[in-house]
């Protein structure tokens, strides 16, 4: 719960450059550990990475 208000307050390219521990523009799975199924919640295009345009970026978006 504390690393999810974390992200809530920096935008994508410091969420990048926080956890891109191999310096490629991506973070891996192996480098954020918040587990699985956080990481696959924020892989939108599944594509093994999250990428600068996948990165949270402020509080989620309200959904009614």
Same mark, same amino acid.
């Given at each position: 719960? *504390?690393?999810? +208000? $974390? #992200? #809530?307050?920096? @935008?994508? =390219?410091?969420?990048?450059?926080? $956890? !891109?521990?191999?310096? *490629?523009?991506?973070?891996?799975? =192996?480098?954020?550990? +918040?587990?699985?199924?956080? $990481?696959?919640?924020? !892989?939108?295009?599944?594509? =093994? %990475?999250? =990428?600068? %345009?996948? +990165?949270?970026?402020?509080?989620?978006?309200? @959904?009614?």
């Amino acid at each position: 719960l *504390v690393m999810v +208000a $974390f #992200w #809530w307050r920096i @935008t994508s =390219s410091e969420f990048i450059k926080r $956890f !891109d521990k191999n310096s *490629v523009g991506k973070v891996e799975l =192996s480098e954020l550990k +918040a587990g699985k199924q956080r $990481f696959s919640h924020l !892989d939108k295009n599944n594509g =093994s %990475d999250i =990428s600068p %345009d996948e +990165a949270p970026s402020g509080p989620p978006k309200k @959904t009614r």
